[in-house]
Each structure stands twice: as C-alpha cells, then as structure tokens.
Nanobody, 114 residues
Framework: VQLQASGGGLVQAGGSLRLSCAASGRIFSINARGWYRQVPGKQRELLAIITSGDNTNYAHSVKGRFTISRDNSKNTVDLQMNSLKPEDTAVYYC?????????WGQGTLVTVSS
C-alpha cells in the first residue's frame, strides 16, 4: 500500500488549507483512515480519524477547525483545515489501518505564519 499526501504549504494565520491523501496498491480492507502531525522534537500527534462506518474523532487541539472526510471511489482521505494557527505548523502524515496492518504516507509540510 502506498499513500501519497499533498496540499501542504505556507499559509497565513487564520487561513485554510486542504490536505489530500491517495491510497494505491493492494488494498483489501481499510478499517480507518486518519491524519497525524509531528513537530521536530515532539511526539507524533493524532489529529483526526474516520472509520469505515464514517465515525469521526478529533483531537481537542483541532476540533471545530479541522474536518476529515473520505472518498471511497477515489480511495482518498482529506483534511480540511480552517482557522489555522502558527502552532499548527508541522509535518502532516496520513495513515490507514488495513487488514494487513497500518500504513503511513510520506508527510507534507504545513507552515502557518503569524
């Protein structure tokens, strides 16, 4: 399974970005998809998860600002990020949980300027 994330970049505080992650390869069953982020020197932080039943969960730090969604026909998971803050600056990783194990994307950098 390969995951390709896109959509990162530089944005001013208060702005929006949309991250997208496309999965390809031999995918038999995806049980959940999600987004994490990591700041250098800190642990990877789980931001949002969406299950195969479309249940969602968000970290407190992004709840109300970020929205996770999926498109089964395209095998993608997106993260709409609104009201961005400088502390949202990080490398963002997409993730899927499959019947054969978890897989991670390569990461996309999001920089929020003040």
């Amino acid at each position: 399974v390969q995951l390709q994330a896109s959509g990162g970049g530089l944005v001013q505080a208060g702005g929006s970005l949309r991250l997208s992650c496309a999965a390809s390869g031999r995918i038999f069953s995806i049980n959940a998809r999600g987004w994490y982020r990591q700041v250098p020197g800190k642990q990877r932080e789980l931001l949002a998860i969406i299950t195969s039943g479309d249940n969602t969960n968000y970290a407190h730090s992004v709840k109300g600002r970020f929205t996770i969604s999926r498109d089964n026909s395209k095998n993608t998971v997106d993260l709409q990020m609104n009201s961005l803050k400088p502390e949202d600056t990080a490398v963002y990783y997409c993730w899927v949980a499959t019947s054969s194990g978890p897989y991670w994307g390569q990461g996309t950098l999001v920089t929020v300027s003040s």
